[in-house]
T-cell receptor, first 119, second 106 residues
Framework: EVQLVESGGGLVQPGGSLRLSCAASGFTFRTYWMNWVRQAPGKGLEWVANIKQDGSEKYYVDSVKGRFTISRDNAKNSLYLQMTSLRVEDTAVYYCARSFSSGWPFDHWGQGTLATVSS | SYELTQPPSVSVSPGQTASITCSGGKLGAKYAYWYQQKPGQSPVLVIYQNNRRPSGIPERFSGSNSGNTATLTISGTQTTDEADYYC?????????FGGGTKLTVL
């Protein structure tokens, strides 16, 4: 069974940092693109970033460029999102989701982890 | 940047057909994907590559995509279909979601 389990969310002050993790199991992690998608409270889905199977390509939504870094460790079947210079508007549930490749659907999602940026 | 536009809400009576649209420039030249999200749950893929259903998704869910508009159609809508629905497309190697449509079944 495919499982994606996010962790690392919590409360942080504006300007602070947070590192999210996503532990994958039940599939060959190194063969999939991985994505982070967020959802602010009561709002819609917003794609944040993705990373190619070998980590050689990474893409970000404009609003997080220069502040967030996506990475992966295929040996540990894990995906990460390092978030720095956090803003109140970054408050959201962060989901990791897999896609077989660029252009493919997000066929499995994690349960999400809540990151709250507030003073 | 590429944008996808959905109506904020759609209402339908049980047993009737619901249609949710998603508009974007030359969207028909891309694949459209649709996700269902119920309160407190993670999104679930219901349509991929415009009109294909993942295993486990009921046949009443169908999709189309032409010109600038993709459409998710739910035939014989059930009360369990009440949820938020999001369209999605790839723009090169980045991803765009529509703003979401709240489907009310009443």
């Amino acid at each position: 069974e495919v499982q994606l389990v996010e962790s690392g969310g919590g409360l942080v002050q504006p300007g602070g940092s947070l590192r999210l993790s996503c532990a994958a199991s039940g599939f060959t992690f190194r063969t999939y693109w991985m994505n982070w998608v967020r959802q602010a409270p009561g709002k819609g889905l917003e794609w944040v970033a993705n990373i190619k199977q070998d980590g050689s390509e990474k893409y970000y939504v404009d609003s997080v460029k220069g502040r967030f870094t996506i990475s992966r460790d295929n040996a540990k079947n894990s995906l990460y999102l390092q978030m720095t210079s956090l803003r109140v508007e970054d408050t959201a549930v962060y989901y990791c989701a897999r896609s077989f490749s660029s252009g493919w659907p997000f066929d499995h999602w994690g349960q999400g982890t809540l990151a709250t940026v507030s003073s | 940047s590429y944008e996808l536009t959905q109506p904020p809400s759609v209402s339908v009576s049980p047993g009737q057909t619901a249609s949710i649209t998603c508009s974007g420039g030359k969207l028909g030249a891309k694949y459209a994907y649709w996700y269902q999200q119920k309160p407190g749950q993670s999104p679930v893929l219901v349509i991929y590559q415009n009109n294909r259903r993942p295993s486990g998704i009921p046949e009443r869910f169908s999709g189309s995509n032409s010109g600038n508009t993709a459409t998710l159609t739910i035939s014989g809508t059930q009360t369990t279909d009440e949820a938020d629905y999001y369209c999605q497309a790839w723009d090169s190697d980045t991803v765009v979601f529509g703003g979401g449509t709240k489907l009310t079944v009443l």
